[in-house]
């Protein structure tokens, strides 16, 4: 009976998250990686960003289930976010059932999962994030159960597990660190070994499986640019591109680690992850504020949960569990992704969930009467209502055109495509996909920036520029820009770009001092 009832609560509880959030699922491309999704539904092209490497393929393809669904290729990939989403609570169910002692809090992670606002919003986006999070979890579910297994069912779950993972490199690479659980299961069937030998076999079926689902995806998706070696280079060029330029990393940013740190544990953890909220917008206005209790709150049960972990003293098994299921990603995300993007932390956003529905199970043992477990319960109603709302609100929000799409529409209403030049940043890939008439640059350094300008000089009337770049140049060579327009969005929705600012530059060139520690701007076309 409890299996039966537990499923059909579970059941409603999946169809209810599904229902409440499609209403809500994004139709527009928000950003440079939403483009290049959308286009590879058109033309799948790695190469020409379509998408980026290493393509994506599994994830392309679920998308091309909802293609025939949808009015256009970003609907189709919001309609699987939704999907995803709401599939995820039944594999976060399953480890939940793994880690959590009893019921109780079982369910109340349930629902801290459900009106997570962050999970919400990766839920309506045209991204591989939600997918990617949903075979996170099943990862985890696979290998959580096998904590308590041995012999043969423990090897046939590593396997699956094996295979699983090879699948999952497939829907997002940047989940290689869940690699590191796959030790976890081998380490134990070696403890249990009866030969070396038979130990040794076990493993290469498990290395084998792997390999073969892997080059599933790998050798087709590779066969799209000819082969394994111009994919390999293709690779390379991405790769370093990403940590010595543009990607945002520890070593691409200019940020110190102390930066770094702290806009890690507090702002994607702790504000993004938690509360669903910006820094921008915490203790803001009387919403603001009511963040600041239950920041607290939460914060108040994952301490009771650690401190109960550390006092019970769990199983060996249990802790390194966690700590690869942790450990791994979260040193990836810290040195080696966006800082500034809070969906890079989304899987460990689960286990930071479970870590605080234990608290708040412990914190509700501990009163001996009614009144006060009846206290502690309506503290979790209302920290669960504050999120639910938040939630809504930002899915509501999320229905309005991002910043960068405002830029492009005011842009094709105000100016003509003939004559008019953009230099701009990431907002060009949306000017490709929604305004290709425009011509854009993307420039990040003067140098180039200057040289473009003189290239163009008798081709262009009229010379666009956003805060993107001008923000990328030295003060003193900034060139007077006058602001056209300013659009803005919540930093929460919208992490780099919540605020964007067009400036149209005088046809003359700025004057500015050249008393020998600056240089004098370029002259900019004339009309």
């Known amino acids: 009976m409890p299996f039966f009832r537990n499923a059909i609560i579970l059941t409603f509880l999946t169809a209810a998250v599904w229902a409440l959030r499609l209403p809500f699922a994004g139709v527009y491309a928000e950003s440079w990686d939403a483009v290049d999704f959308a ?73 801290l999962f459900a009106a997570s606002p962050l999970l919400g919003l990766t839920a309506v986006q045209p991204m591989s994030d939600a997918f990617g999070l949903l075979a996170v979890l099943v990862l985890l579910a696979v290998i959580a159960a096998t904590l308590h297994l041995s012999g043969r069912p423990l090897f046939l779950l590593t396997c699956l597990a094996a295979v699983w993972f090879a699948l999952l490199l497939g829907i997002r690479l940047s989940s290689f660190p869940f690699g590191f659980l796959l030790l976890h299961p081998l380490f134990r069937l070696f403890r249990e070994r009866r030969s070396l030998g038979g130990f040794i076999a076990r493993t290469a079926v498990v290395v084998l499986l792997f390999l073969a689902a892997l080059a599933g995806w790998l050798l087709p998706t590779a066969a799209t640019e000819g082969g394994l070696v111009p994919f390999w280079q293709l690779g390379q060029a991405f790769t370093v591109g990403h940590f010595t330029d543009w990607g945002g990393t520890s070593f691409s940013s200019g940020a110190s680690w102390g930066e770094r740190l702290y806009g890690f544990l507090w702002e994607r953890l702790t504000l993004n992850g938690l509360i669903g909220t910006s ?73 930071l969930l479970l870590l605080v529905a234990h608290g708040f199970s412990v914190l509700g043992n501990r009163p001996r009467r009614f009144a006060g477990k009846a206290a502690v319960c309506m503290l979790f109603a209302g920290v669960l209502a504050v999120l639910t709302v938040r939630q809504a609100a930002v899915l509501q929000r999320h229905l309005d055109p991002p910043p960068a799409l405002q830029l492009v529409r005011f842009v094709e209403s105000r100016y003509p ?104 701007p370029p002259a900019l076309p004339n009309g």
């Open 39 to 111: 286009l590879a539904l058109q033309r799948y092209d790695i190469f020409n960003m379509q998408p980026h490497f290493p393509g994506y393929p599994l994830y392309i393809l679920a998308g091309h289930l909802f293609l025939p669904f949808a009015e256009e290729p970003v609907r189709a990939l919001t309609l699987l976010s939704v999907w995803c989403g709401a599939l995820s609570l039944i594999p976060f169910y399953l480890l939940a059932q793994k880690l959590l002692p009893d019921a109780r809090s079982r369910w109340t992670a349930m629902l």
């Open 417 to 520: 495509p003939e004559g008019t030049l953009l230099y701009t940043w990431e907002e060009e890939r949306l000017f490709d996909y929604y305004a290709p008439a425009y011509e854009t640059e993307r420039v990040r350094r003067f140098a180039y920036f200057a040289q473009s300008l003189t290239l163009h000089a008798s081709t262009v009337s009229r010379v666009l520029v956003t805060n993107a770049v001008l923000d990328g140049f030295p003060p003193e060579l900034r060139p007077a820009a006058k602001e056209v327009a300013r659009f803005t969005a919540d930093p929460f929705l919208y992490p780099t770009y919540h605020t964007v600012i067009l400036y149209e530059l005088p046809t003359q060139g700025a004057q500015q001092p050249t008393d020998g520690s600056r240089r004098r």
């Open 279 to 351: 820094e921008e917008a915490f203790a803001q206005g009387l919403t603001g504020w009511l963040n600041v209790p239950v920041l607290a709150v939460l914060i108040g049960g994952a301490a009771a949960g650690a401190a109960d972990l550390l006092r019970r003293r769990p199983q060996p098994a249990v802790v390194w569990f966690l700590a690869l299921a942790a450990g791994p990603y979260a040193l990836w995300a810290f040195f080696g992704q966006n800082s500034e993007k809070a969906r890079h932390i989304l899987p460990l956003l689960p286990l």
